[in-house]
């Protein structure tokens, strides 16, 4: 039986475990020992090693019956994260004020454990389910980018990490691209000789200015985030660097952008000056149709629970847009966490428990 009690001390203690992005190594060794104690077999990979972090991404197995699904949390949390001091404050559980609660995504470890415990004690046998616990999350999806494929055998996946009440389903989320730019004119004594300059600011601008920027259509923006350049008023500047970002839940929209990015830049070089690009995609975007068997599933218990299902985009990115594009179809599913990354951050103890309730009913498979 899922014991609310129970479930409010589990999250309680994980909140206060600190596990600041590539620093989970407490966090990560008290979940093993957790997840082990309660019958499952548990692996950490080296991806930590890999991305100068202190602990591997986790993944425990539940043996069961049939296909496996998928279902995934990250363990890494935002700052200021440390000495979080969780209360209960009416229907809500708070930090005290001076940190973040870790809601995100701690909400979703406290439920799958509370549901595991749950299961264990009834002597269920459900479905096969993988769990993956990723390192790094917040500070660039790093853990799902670098994790072990290979141990993963499901093809549908469930990641817990969603903003809106319990009956949010995340089915589509942007491509993010971002450019890494340098503009380069050419130095020369602003008052002496400016006709001998190029100015690497007045290129920047004409560039900037001849693209469209913001809200591009109801699917895709663009902005231009960093601008640096310049060295001294009497200084014709030679050099300006540009960083910005394209996302879109289409990717033909990205590639127009970026076609219309790089012809303008060609312009630069007419005007004698020159340019350095580099582009990086931070992940891509994901569609999943309702008549999926992923969301048939979780749709199927959500109404059993009595909840409204709405079905929602987003313009973030999670651990979901990397693990589809391992190819397991898997959507981001909302527990309810409120204002997560301030210290504002809060969670219902009535979404916590109706969290623990949908895995406990995704795990038992009926
Ligand atoms: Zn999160």
Redesign the pocket.
């Known amino acids: 039986m899922l014991l609310k009690d129970r479930l409010v001390n589990t999250f309680i203690e994980l909140v206060r475990i600190p596990s600041p992005s590539l620093k989970e190594r407490d966090f990560a060794d008290y979940l093993k020992s957790k997840l082990e104690s309660l019958g499952l077999r548990v692996f950490e990979d080296s991806s930590g090693k890999a991305l100068g972090g202190n602990s591997g991404n986790i993944y425990a197995f539940l043996e069961g019956s049939g296909e496996p699904i998928l279902i995934s949390a ?1 363990m890494d949390t935002v700052s200021p994260g440390e000495n979080i001091n969780p209360k209960i404050q009416g229907e809500y559980i708070v930090s005290d004020g001076t940190t973040i609660l870790g809601s ?2 701690k909400a979703a470890i406290a439920g799958i454990l509370e549901a595991l415990q749950a299961i264990k004690e009834e002597n269920i046998i459900g479905r096969n389910v993988e769990f993956l616990f990723s390192i790094g ?2 500070n660039g999806l790093l853990g799902a980018k670098n994790l072990d494929v290979s141990l993963i055998r499901a093809k549908e996946g469930y990641v817990l ?1 969603g903003e809106g009440d319990i009956g949010t389903l995340i089915l589509k989320a942007p491509t993010h691209d971002r450019f890494y730019l340098y503009i380069y004119g050419k130095a020369s004594h602003a008052g002496t000789s400016p006709e001998k300059g190029l100015n690497a600011i007045l290129l920047s601008s004409e560039f900037l200015l001849s693209l469209p920027w913001g809200r591009i259509n109801d699917i895709t923006t663009a902005n231009i985030g960093i601008v640096k350049g310049g060295r001294a008023t009497n200084i014709v500047p030679d050099e300006v660097y540009l960083e910005g970002e394209f996302r879109s839940l289409e990717k033909e929209n990205i590639e127009t952008l970026w076609k219309n990015f790089v012809e303008e830049l060609s312009k630069i070089e007419l005007k004698g000056g020159k340019y350095e690009l580099k582009k990086e995609n931070l992940y891509k975007g994901f569609s999943i149709s309702k008549e999926e068997q992923v969301v048939k599933r979780i749709v199927s218990v959500l109404e059993k629970m009595g909840k409204n299902i709405r079905t929602i985009h987003t313009m973030g990115g ?1 651990d979901a847009n990397i693990l589809n594009s391992y190819g397991i179809k898997t959507i981001n599913v909302g527990i309810g966490m409120e204002n ?1 990354h301030s210290k504002e951050e809060r969670i219902k103890i009535e979404s916590l428990y109706e969290t623990a309730v949908l895995i406990y009913n995704l795990i038992k498979g009926e």
């Open positions: 990250h995100d995504d999350e917040e990490d999670s997560p």
